[in-house]
């Protein structure tokens, strides 16, 4: 007879990880108990020798489907106990705990099933949950995972559901959310001065008759409100933009199961198993033609953004909706962030109240809180896998696990796409998508997230890294509100320590990052930039980049890329001609802009890829102003004519002892190509592989002075997925080792992580110096 004792570390905590052991131990005739604490799961057994090395064996390979084993420290202990049975006891707390919080699950296939099961207690029953799946993060205010330290904690179970609670053969074991219809949250339905129409399933029954009526709804869901109308119906998603003040950026679209997603969208297997796997993500797929639902969803792009149900809820809905909808109707609901464009999604009944009652027809609430907000997460799938559009639901807060240890520093990110990225030993937890840090509410979101995260982490930073420019609400809050001494990190750096991190790389590497605006170092706009980055010697330099471009107007350049197609023409020496079709806002102020780039001014130098896109697009007419981020290279890949395979050969400049890539030369072959008559779908084709064969020279060029072959790519270009296809083949093909992005979007979403890790890096080096 023997006794051990195990901690099991990694994401064991509310994932079923106490009821798996307490079930492996009876099974193997084990005495002992096991427990939550701050160091994860511990574990003590006794027992022959045999049975403990299967215990230990079992523990590791046969785990619960939502756990994630970091490691085990096993201990021979030398007293025995003499303990009738295996036990559950209390979970125990203090200042540091090494678990992994889990990430919000979606409802499991047996969780489903009760769902629908008409004989069943739980039948539409909409917070139907258990061990392998439901609610974690968006309603957990501390660690260990307990029912008091949830939003459940007023929520007293009845008595059927306390005895699944302490039934160790139930999948309800110890699921601390656990409810149903007689002790648990429930929805009602209000109009838009609060008054409650109906409450429990009959509040959903007459949602799904108000959404085939055309009405919108806001819906409180998961990790905040959805505004949703039918996806089928073009007049409600017509008013639907009108009233979110989104009137081009894609929808998101949910539809009742895979069956139905195979209607709308081509769906290959990796895409299918995105959609259906326990994250649920949105996945951006190609549409059908003659596509099914709303032209309006998506009018810029041949793509659409679906996800399958995720929570009860979802289920419920869909079941009643088919119910009431004709036999040939396809289920398919708009549900896009309950938010006006550029603010965060709403979170509690009286926020959605106050802020969407100009948008909503009826709201749907319920009373379970939500105690942090977060967005659907939205990936695409390219052959090296897939990339991450936007990273929240379902994925935070999993950490990112670095080479190294370290001490504790907060990433404050950048003004857009922001996040936040603490460091914890040797991982990294980047928040979920906050947000365009230019508003109060946002900005209020981003200050909740650095001490929510702090709060479940049970950490504080040591120093604090912020973006060089100055007057970015996230670098304001370092200077003087964090309290931390502060570090300064150019943006496209920050890019870069970002995808090496994520591919726990160590050394020099080659680094591309294309994206729109990054101040640099120079007090210019970065943004095609060519970089050696050594996170080993904490070393850095810009090696080349695209050719610097005035931004006539700075900011309203961005609003309106005409003006930067007519900064590349002016640089190029090529004045307009009469005879060509420029827009007539172009005509009327050519003099204008002419004169500010002439003179230099409110004309910033800019040498930004983006930039680039949105000046080609708005040359081919695709784009004069601009509604979202975007939308100019948006148009210009949808059009491409994906037979083309001519391209114009790139230009190098030698400058400053950097390599330039002169995209003015590839603007006035744009141009010529144009004025001559070739069509905007080849040019659009031409520009894409252009760019490939460019930065694949330009890499080379630099692998040949420096002899360095592995290359990080990073920026909000690399979401091109043409661009990022054709140019990841290429360098692959030419033998370079690539880090890219896989756990993280490689747009702005990124730049935290890669702050966090410099700023660590920094500190275990001895090396602070706070600027």
């Known amino acids: 007879m023997k006794r051990k004792r195990f901690i099991v570390n990694g994401r064991v905590q509310g994932v079923g990880f106490r009821p798996f052991v307490f079930r492996l131990a009876t099974e193997l005739s084990l005495k002992g108990w096991v427990s939550n604490s701050e160091q994860g799961v511990v574990v003590e057994v006794q027992g022959s020798a045999d049975n403990l090395e299967a215990f230990g064996h079992r523990l590791m390979n046969s785990k619960p489907p939502l756990a994630r084993i970091l490691n085990i420290q096993v201990t021979d202990l030398e007293n025995l106990d003499h303990p009738g049975e295996f036990n559950i006891v209390s979970s125990s707390s203090g200042d540091e705990h090494q678990v992994l919080i889990s990430p919000d699950a979606a409802v499991c296939p047996d969780c489903q099933r009760e769902i629908l099961d008409p004989v069943d207690r739980r039948y539409l029953y909409p917070f139907t949950n258990c061990t392998n799946c439901g609610p974690r993060l968006t309603i957990t205010s501390s660690i260990p995972y307990d029912r008091p330290m949830t939003s459940m904690a007023c929520f007293e179970m009845c008595p059927d559901c306390r005895k699944e609670y302490h039934n160790p053969l139930d999948r309800r074991f110890h699921a601390q959310p656990n409810a149903c219809p007689v002790c648990g949250p429930g929805y009602w339905l209000a109009d838009r001065e609060g008054r409650e129409l109906a409450r429990g399933r009959e509040s959903i029954s007459k949602a799904a008759e108000l959404l085939i009526l055309g009405k919108i709804l806001a819906v409180k869901g998961l990790g905040g409100f959805h505004l949703v109308c039918d996806a089928g119906s073009s007049p409600s998603v017509a008013e639907l933009r009108q009233r979110k003040n989104r009137p081009g950026k894609s929808l998101a679209v949910m539809v009742q199961d895979i069956e139905t997603a195979k209607k709308v969208t081509r769906i290959d297997p990796v895409q299918e198993s995105l959609l259906s796997g326990q994250e649920r993500p949105i996945v951006i797929l190609p549409v059908k033609n003659p596509f099914p639902l709303s032209p309006l969803l998506s009018p810029d792009t041949g793509t659409l953004g679906i996800m399958l149900p995720y929570t009860p809820f979802h289920v419920v809905l869909f079941q009643l909706l088919r119910e009431k909808l004709p036999s040939k109707t396809l289920p398919a609901l708009v549900m896009t962030s309950g938010n006006f464009s550029s603010e965060p999604i709403c979170l509690g009944n009286r926020e959605a109240m106050n802020r969407l009652k100009n948008v909503a027809d009826f709201f749907l609430f319920h009373d379970r809180d939500i105690l942090i907000r977060c967005d659907d997460s939205v990936v695409f799938s390219v052959d090296r896998g897939p990339v991450f559009m936007r990273r929240a639901r379902g994925f935070t807060p999993s950490p990112i696990f670095l080479s190294r240890p370290g001490p504790c520093v907060l990433g404050a990110g950048p003004e857009l796409k922001n996040t936040i990225c603490l460091t914890k030993n040797d991982q990294a937890y980047v928040s979920q998508h906050v947000g365009d840090l230019k508003n109060l509410e946002t900005y209020d979101f981003f200050l909740e997230t650095v001490l929510h995260f702090q709060d479940i982490l049970r950490i504080r930073p040591a120093a604090v890294v912020r973006d060089l420019h100055p007057d970015y609400l996230s670098s304001k809050f370092a200077n003087h509100e964090s309290g931390l001494p502060v570090i300064k990190l150019q943006h496209h750096y920050a890019h870069i320590f970002a995808v090496m991190a994520e591919n726990r790389y160590q050394g020099p590497c080659l680094g591309v990052a294309l994206d729109g605006t990054g101040l640099g170092e120079d007090n210019t706009l970065w943004g095609g930039e060519l970089l050696l980055v050594d996170n080993a010697k904490l070393t850095t330099r810009r090696l080349g980049s695209f050719t610097p471009v005035p931004l006539p107007g700075g900011e309203q350049a961005i609003i309106q890329p005409w003006r930067i197609a007519f900064s590349f023409l002016h640089q190029a020496g090529i004045d307009i001609h009469d005879h060509f079709p420029w827009p007539d806002e ?116 630099a692998s040949r002075n420096t002899g360095l072959k592995t290359v990080g790519l990073s920026g909000g270009v690399m979401q091109n997925m043409t661009l990022f296809q054709i140019l990841t083949q290429m360098l692959t093909q030419k033998g370079y080792k690539l880090l890219v992005h896989t756990q993280l979007p490689p747009n702005d979403a990124c730049v935290s992580l890669g702050q966090a890790v410099y700023g660590q890096l920094l500190l275990n080096r001895g090396n602070l110096k706070s600027n």
């Open 586 to 701: 172009l005509r009327r102020n050519c003099s204008i802009v002419r004169q500010m780039l002439d003179n230099k001014i409110n004309s910033p130098l800019s040498s930004g890829c983006g930039r680039l896109f949105d000046a080609v697009a708005a040359l081919l007419g695709l784009v004069q102003t601009i509604e979202y981020e975007g939308q100019g290279a948006i148009r210009l890949e949808a059009i491409q004519d994906a037979s083309e395979t001519k391209y114009y050969e790139p230009e190098f400049l030698n400058r400053d002892q950097m390599t330039v890539f002169n995209t003015v030369a590839l603007f006035e072959s744009i141009f010529s190509d144009l004025a001559s008559g070739t069509a905007p779908e080849k040019i659009s084709r031409r520009f894409h592989l252009s760019l490939a064969h460019a930065i694949c020279k330009w890499i080379h060029l």
